[in-house]
């Protein structure tokens, strides 16, 4: 039997309230940049778009929602908008375009095609999404899906587009026409041209769907043996709650600024000019990769300096060492020979080379489970991982985590030792297929108060697009995550197996750990209380 619960987020029992009471002065009306002689409102055009582009739209999909298929509107001028876009993320590469050939594809790759047969980019604009200042406020990993994903970009609109609309149902409608059943778009909206959905967008809210019997729930258990485990579960999690540096629940290098020659130092000088020779003098190649998140990243210089440097911090094993190389969507495929490799260490001096930055740290403000569920007969419980930001694979990491922890395969202390600066530990990386993005809030930068955009507002609270919402969740995401919560079948049968099998960090190497982080805490205090005492 499928349970069906709402997708609002009672967010004032736990951070504050929306700020619902607050509204910003209507934007002026944007001067048309250039009129159509057929300026009619929307209007429905069955011939195919005579737009000849080097991208061209893929061909006609048989999965494509055709209801009012062929619908396109008249252009009229360009205006910046924002959607509210979901999508269920099984069998696409992620949210972001990739223009490489490749037999999947991308959300992204998917809205732009029918925005542009919709008649919402021009022919001369198709291709490059950097020409209609498309951004948005998170990017999601391969397989991970979405119910509030938020995109803002330029496009050429009909005339009175939201004269009868008001909550931009219908011009997201013709968008629909052209995209498959499994990606759909809630609503557009009018947006003012300083408008950052990442930047503005201070809350996030995943929720992953768990199966029971992975932290030990059986069918036979009683109510009062559930709620042991629920609550010895959800006492695992909240230790995530707070500002931490999770630099052990991601790639580091990522999230990491490169050193200028005078910083390193003549050793790494040395490493790095032999990696430029090795590289015929080309720039370090940079691995690309979705993540959850990337807020702030985009600011950073994602070279890694020290991919092919043998400095200390190569001395730390890396998940494929432990659990073995990985498909496309992260899964360990099979087991390594985890002798001789280091799981976890204590850095007891500074290494120039494996240094945090302020992007390592972020704000979680909620880590939860609820109680038991059940969908299609599976028990489930639902994981609740509300935060600032979030980095590339730390929520399915900080999910493995937790959940070793549950299996008792790593020790209750080592999600607080792994979210100390100086430590360096390899943690479990969980599936993606039942991790979804929520829901979001916003709040207007270099203002006081809780300003938000009406737009926004309207996005996230309007009850015709939450209706929608609901809808989309219950009748297309929901049978998908179903055919994922079999803790008997893929992907988790073989990957509790690989975790059960390669998860343990040896005791010397946690005592390490554990002695360096009472030295550094006591020395900490010792800091901290003769500051106060001036």
């Given amino acids: 039997m499928a349970i069906v619960y709402s997708l609002r987020f009672p967010l004032t029992q736990w951070?504050?309230?929306?700020?619902?009471?607050?509204?910003?002065?209507?934007p002026k009306p944007s001067r048309p940049l250039f009129c159509i002689a057929n300026s009619s409102s929307l209007t429905r055009d069955s011939s195919p778009s005579a737009a000849t582009h080097t991208s061209a739209p893929p061909p006609a999909d048989p999965t494509v929602n055709h209801?009012?298929?062929g619908t396109r509107w008249t252009p009229f001028r360009k205006k910046k908008v924002v959607m509210r876009v979901g999508y269920v993320g099984t069998g696409y590469r992620g949210l972001q375009i990739q223009r490489d050939e490749h037999a999947l594809s991308t959300i992204e790759e998917e809205l732009e095609s029918a925005i542009f047969k919709a008649g919402g980019i021009c022919d001369s604009n198709f291709g490059d999404l950097n020409k209609i200042a498309w951004a948005r406020s998170s990017r999601t990993d391969k397989g991970v899906h979405s119910l509030a994903t938020m995109i803002s970009l330029k496009v050429e609109i009909p005339e009175n587009a939201w004269s009868k609309d008001l909550n931009g149902i219908a011009l997201a409608n013709y968008v629909n026409a052209h995209l498959p059943n499994n990606i759909k778009v809630f609503s557009i909206l009018p947006s003012r041209r300083s408008f950052d959905p990442r930047r503005e967008c201070n809350v996030r809210k995943y929720s992953y769907l768990l199966p029971a019997e992975v932290i030990g729930i059986r069918d036979n258990f009683s109510a009062s043996e559930i709620d042991y485990h629920l609550s010895d579960f959800n006492n695992i999690l909240n230790v995530f709650q707070g500002e931490h540096p999770f630099h052990n629940y991601t790639i580091r290098s990522k999230y990491r600024k490169q050193l200028q020659g005078n910083q390193l130092s003549r050793k790494n000088r040395r490493a790095r000019n032999s990696d430029c020779q090795q590289n015929d003098g080309k720039d370090p190649v940079v691995e690309e990769s979705e993540g959850e998140e990337n807020l702030g990243v985009d600011d950073l210089d994602d070279t890694d300096v020290d991919r092919n440097d043998h400095s200390s911090s190569q001395s730390l094993a890396s998940e494929e060492n432990i659990f073995g190389r990985h498909d496309e969507n992260g899964h360990?495929?099979?087991?390594?020979?985890?002798i001789l490799v280091v799981r976890a260490r204590w850095l007891h001096e500074p290494d120039e080379k494996d240094r945090l930055s302020s992007s390592h740290f972020r704000k979680i403000y909620r880590c939860s489970c609820g109680k038991l569920e059940q969908l299609v007969g599976l028990n489930f419980v639902e994981i609740s991982i509300f935060g600032e930001s979030f980095m590339l694979h730390q929520i399915r990491k900080m999910v493995g985590t937790a959940v070793a922890v549950k299996r008792k395969l790593l020790p209750r202390d080592i999600v607080k030792l792994s979210l100390a600066k100086f430590s360096r530990i390899v943690l479990p990386l969980a599936p993606p297929e039942v991790?979804?993005?929520?829901g979001n809030n916003f709040r207007l930068r270099n203002q006081s108060g809780r300003a938000t955009r009406p737009e926004m507002l309207t996005l996230v609270e309007s009850e015709e697009i939450l209706r929608a919402v609901d809808e989309f969740y219950d009748s297309v995401m929901l049978p998908q995550l179903s055919k994922f919560l079999d803790p008997s079948k893929p992907p988790w049968s073989e990957w509790v197996e690989l975790l059960d099998a390669n998860t343990s960090v040896p005791e010397a190497e946690?005592?390490?750990v554990r002695?360096?982080?009472?030295?550094?805490?006591?020395?900490?205090?010792?800091?901290?209380?003769?500051?106060s005492n001036l």
């Fill in 332 to 338: 360990g495929l099979k087991a390594r020979d985890p």
């Fill in 515 to 531: 002695n360096g982080w009472k030295l550094w805490k006591a020395s900490f205090d010792a800091r901290k209380g003769a500051a």
């Fill in 15 to 26: 951070l504050w309230a929306p700020s619902s009471s607050i509204r910003l002065s209507k």
């Fill in 435 to 438: 991790l979804i993005l929520r």
């Fill in 510 to 512: 946690l005592d390490e």
């Fill in 67 to 69: 209801a009012g298929a």
